[in-house]
């Protein structure tokens, strides 16, 4: 007489059987499918990240992308990127040699934010130290915290290991400073509105006499890659507006402003006006409409709409209605789509650039500017 099986274990024998088949067990052991198709390694930066080189000769996306193909972390790699342009002295607008604040002194600001770890960190009114986003990669590495700010962000850098300068000038931005202090009034003690605009007006002439890269004057590095597999990651950078009032903190550390990255979507930075990126929150913008399924360049315009239409008050506007003052971002969405915006172009004859780097190598490109001509026409 047949013993009779339970349905139970003739269920459990017969799953048995299935997963024992070789063509299911070699099924088993393949690699498993990745639930995004597969992404266009690049790397996308403001234009002075295809101009300062390192001693093999290679910019800041270039070194970025390497990197990357190479199978390091994309935050590394865009991290080891910027750290080309705050080590270059001649770049006066991040790290080493940025023009200075009001009282000469260094100041600088970095984020950094990792999509597929989703950890971010960021450093303020860091001094002394030429690498900010170094220190703020520490901070996203070894700390529970986003931001740390001032003596406190440089005695925490002083414990992770890294070298304190007096004075992050160069004679070149020591002699501009020396200059700008020159052309103001020496007391400091004008109304603030007289104030404010003979800093700014000091500013504008030396930009006009070609004694500031009009790009520096805002000057920042912004930096966002993805890899093959769609991580992706980005870093902001800066030594902040030149002259800018001690203490001053812009867009660049603050996450969602300078920068902003969702590792299911895509990364966007600034440069520009500060203030504006801050009221706006425009990173974070960037990206949650890419995520509603607008492209980069789309997604970057939509931004700008909203700086203009956050700005109202006259002393920030042109004779056109329009804010005198110029933001650009840096887009890249999860699937290696990139983009550059800008409010404006650099002038009547020179468009605002940026920088990217794919497998066809690094390039410098223009930016779709949403307005012809300079912000101030």
């Not at 101009?51 to 865009?78: H, P, Q, Y």
């Not at 005695?155 to 004679?171: S, V, Y």
Request: hydrophobic letters at 40%; one cysteine or more.
């Amino acid at each position: 007489m047949k013993k009779r099986i339970t349905r139970r274990k003739f269920v459990a024998t017969a799953g048995v059987g299935t997963l024992a088949s070789p063509a299911l067990l070699a099924l088993a052991q393949a690699p498993q499918i990745q639930t995004r198709p597969s992404s266009k390694p690049v790397v996308v930066s403001a234009a002075n990240g295809n101009k300062s080189k390192d001693a093999d000769g290679l910019t800041c996306v270039a070194r970025a992308f390497n990197m990357i193909t190479e199978g390091a972390d994309v935050l590394d790699a865009v991290v080891a990127g910027v750290n080309i342009v705050e080590l270059d002295p001649e770049d006066t607008s991040v790290g080493y040699g940025g023009l200075p604040n009001a009282d000469g002194v260094v100041q600088l600001d970095a984020s950094v934010m990792h999509g597929s770890l989703k950890r971010a960190g960021a450093v303020a009114c860091l001094e002394g130290v030429r690498t900010p986003s170094l220190v703020a990669k520490k901070v996203m590495e070894q700390t529970d915290h986003h931001l740390l700010v001032g003596k406190d962000a440089q005695r925490f850098a002083r414990n992770m290991g890294f070298k304190i300068e007096a004075d992050l000038n160069t004679e070149k931005s020591r002699t501009l400073w020396l200059e700008w202090k020159r052309r103001t009034d020496p007391s400091h003690y004008l109304d603030p509105n007289d104030r404010a605009e003979a800093w700014r007006r000091a500013g504008s002439d030396m930009i006009a006499e070609g004694l500031i890269d009009p790009v520096h004057f805002y000057g920042t590095i912004n930096c966002n890659g993805v890899n093959a597999k769609g991580e992706v990651c980005g870093v902001t950078t800066t030594s902040g507006l030149a002259w800018k009032i001690p203490g001053r903190v812009g867009d660049s550390p603050i996450l969602g402003a300078g920068l902003y990255v969702d590792g299911d979507v895509g990364a966007a930075g600034s440069t520009g006006r500060g203030e504006s990126n801050l009221f706006s929150l425009s990173s974070f913008l960037i990206v949650e409409a890419m995520r509603s399924g607008m492209s980069p360049k789309d997604a970057g315009m939509a931004a700008l709409k909203r700086v203009v239409a956050n700005t109202v008050e006259q002393r920030l506007l042109n004779g056109r209605g329009k804010p005198n003052f110029n933001v650009s971002y840096y887009i890249v969405n999860a699937k290696g789509d990139y983009a550059g915006v800008s409010l404006y172009e650099l002038s009547e004859k020179e468009a605002v650039r940026f920088a990217v780097c794919t497998e066809d190598g690094p390039r410098t490109l223009q930016t779709e500017a949403m307005f012809n001509g300079a912000p101030r026409v």
